[in-house]
């Protein structure tokens, strides 16, 4: 099966994504102290080079903190900073000022992980309590729920963090399907992203449950 | 000469994208990011061309779609446009490096695939007669390689760790 979504399929679910979207806002805001916007920027369906392009030059570096999506929906979601901005959370989270860390250590490597499970949480239990496919009683995926694993943290290029995180869409598919949300702090945006990137198999389910939508 | 990040004004740079080979002669410089997927570096050291491929699954299972994208279709179209370039047979000129195979997912399907593309494109190079003389494979991150056409030589960068030369 061909698992390309149709630009309807993708607005649906960049409005489901955007409802995450506005309760990680809460979240993050509460967890840095700050009014933090989060926002959909992105559902995308691209072929693989165009893939390693969504988090910029492909050698940029980034710190990551990927967790494996469990239970109805597999695959990866993906709290990514690029590594500057990441550091100067840590900062905002230490209430010290800008510029102050400048290595990831252990204490900043919590820092960011405890972030990314804020963050994904919040989107997760949101998707979980708006996707149509979770609720419909013809779903195959009907009554599941989305559980996030425990955060890790890497340190990688942006091309080679998208390789490793597609690669179970690729050996299905040439189109890859990626959703990614920014995140901004008072009108600054934040380069952060968070990406939602669905296994081969959840993607197919998704084709499947958002065609009968 | 150790690789630069910056090549001179003669040295211009190559990027080759997931999916895709490219062939170039001396002076460029030929790069890719490499995380699962395996990147052929192969080298006709008389007449200073390379090749290089990044290879993203083993077999084309028939498909022609993406000749780049598969280890099957892909390094023989590479040796292929060596061979136009060059104007002539080269495959008992040429030395392949190999590169990339990681994981960065514990059970993930990179796992398997990294290992299936390794052993796939060794496999294929034998068959075609071509030797390999260095293998950099697995490990959990991703690996930017940066290959000098003028020596061979490929520079290998992982993130956070020291550069080395293969």
Redesign the interface.
């Known amino acids: 099966m061909d698992p390309t979504l149709t630009d309807n399929q993708k607005r649906l679910l960049g409005a489901i994504f955007g409802r995450g979207a506005g309760d990680a806002s809460g979240a993050v805001s509460r967890w840095l102290g700050r009014p933090v916007t989060v926002t959909v920027s992105a559902v995308k369906q691209v072929?693989?080079?165009e893939?390693?392009e969504i988090l910029g030059p492909?050698?940029t570096?980034v710190a990551a903190c990927?967790m494996?999506l469990m239970g109805a929906l597999t695959g990866?979601i993906i709290l990514v900073f690029e590594d500057r901005s990441g550091l100067a959370t840590v900062d905002l989270l230490l209430h010290q000022p800008i510029g102050t860390t400048t290595e990831w250590g252990e204490l900043e490597q919590s820092a960011a992980r405890e972030t990314a499970n804020i963050v994904g949480c919040a989107y997760l239990n949101s998707l979980a309590a708006h996707l149509p496919i979770l609720e419909s009683p013809s779903s195959s995926l009907a009554g599941g729920s989305l559980l996030p694993g425990p955060p890790g943290f890497?340190?990688?290029?942006a091309?080679?963090?998208?390789?490793?995180?597609l690669?179970?869409q690729?050996?299905r598919s040439?189109r890859l399907l990626v959703v990614n949300s920014t995140f901004a702090i008072e009108e600054t945006r934040l380069d952060w992203s968070l990406l939602f990137v669905p296994?081969?198999a959840s993607l197919e389910a998704l084709h499947a449950c958002l065609e009968s939508a | 000469m150790p690789l630069t990040d910056k090549p001179g004004a003669s040295e211009e740079m190559i990027?080759v994208?997931?999916?895709?080979w490219a062939v170039a002669s001396a002076p460029k410089l030929m790069r890719t990011?490499?995380?699962?997927?395996v990147g052929v570096v192969l080298y006709d050291r008389l007449g200073k061309i390379g090749g290089m491929a990044h290879i993203?699954?083993p077999s084309s299972r028939g498909s022609t779609?993406?000749p780049g994208?598969y280890a099957d279709t892909a390094i023989p179209g590479l040796i292929e446009e060596m061979e136009r370039t060059a104007g002539r047979k080269l495959r008992t000129r040429l030395s392949a490096k190999i590169f990339g195979g990681?994981?960065?997912?514990?059970g993930?399907?990179?796992i398997d695939?990294g290992r299936s593309n390794q052993t796939a494109v060794e496999q294929i190079l034998a068959d075609l007669g071509v030797a390999v003389i260095a293998r950099d494979m697995g490990g959990e991150?991703?690996?930017?390689l940066t290959f000098s056409t003028v020596t061979g030589i490929v520079a290998v960068r992982i993130?956070?760790g020291a550069d080395y030369e293969l």
Do not use: N, W
């Not at chain 1, 890497?154 to 290029?157: L, Q, W």
């Not at chain 1, 091309?159 to 995180?165: C, K, R, T, V």
């Not at chain 2, 994208?17 to 895709?20: D, N, S, T, V």
């Open positions: 072929d693989l080079a893939a390693a492909s050698d570096l990927p494996e990866q890497r340190h990688e290029f091309a080679s963090l998208l390789e490793f995180a690669m179970d690729a050996i040439d296994s081969g | 990027s994208l997931i999916g895709r990011l490499l995380g699962s997927c993203v699954l779609d993406q994208k990681a994981s960065m997912f514990q993930g399907a990179s695939i991150t991703g690996r930017r993130p956070g």
